[in-house]
């Protein structure tokens, strides 16, 4: 079995940037934009894999937030992922045992120290993000383009 995990914030939704108006953590939430290529790529994606689940560290306001922009932006019925495959943790390391339960076999985070807690991940891959510590064995990826190339079948 293919099954893919995938972070939420900075993979999916744009990282807060300062702007009240785009920001994750500002009062217009629900307007920040997703990742360029995300929903698409995430779409094509779950014909390539037998599931994908999004595994994110966040605090019970944010994981709210989070389950609101996903409906707002029709997340669901856009890439195939349904709220049922949305897991929530409030620490990084915890994301690993999230991932060894569902039987993770591929994952995508913008953060290396949590792919470095992924140790029964075989596939792990960077997302937009140039790191010194990267972990050994995980494949830097610039985006959604790339990261498609990589995970679907040619």
Do not use: Q
């Amino acid at each position: 079995m293919r099954l893919l995990g995938v972070d939420i914030g900075g993979v999916i939704i744009e990282p807060a940037d300062g702007d009240e108006d785009t920001s994750f953590f500002g009062r217009n939430y629900l307007h920040t934009p997703p990742v360029a290529g995300a929903f698409g790529a995430l779409a094509s994606l779950g014909g390539a894999f037998d599931a994908v689940h999004l595994v994110s560290k966040c605090s019970e306001d944010t994981s709210r937030r989070t389950l609101e922009w996903l409906a707002y932006h029709d997340f669901a019925a856009r890439t195939g992922i349904g709220p049922d495959r949305v897991h929530f943790c409030r620490t990084r390391p915890e994301k690993a045992p999230i991932a060894a339960d569902l039987g993770l076999t591929h994952f995508v985070d913008d953060n290396p120290d949590v792919l470095g807690y992924l140790t029964t991940v075989a596939h792990r891959y960077l997302f937009r993000t140039v790191a010194a510590d990267t972990p050994a064995g995980v494949v830097p990826v610039a985006g959604w383009p790339e990261l498609e190339t990589l995970l679907l079948p040619t």
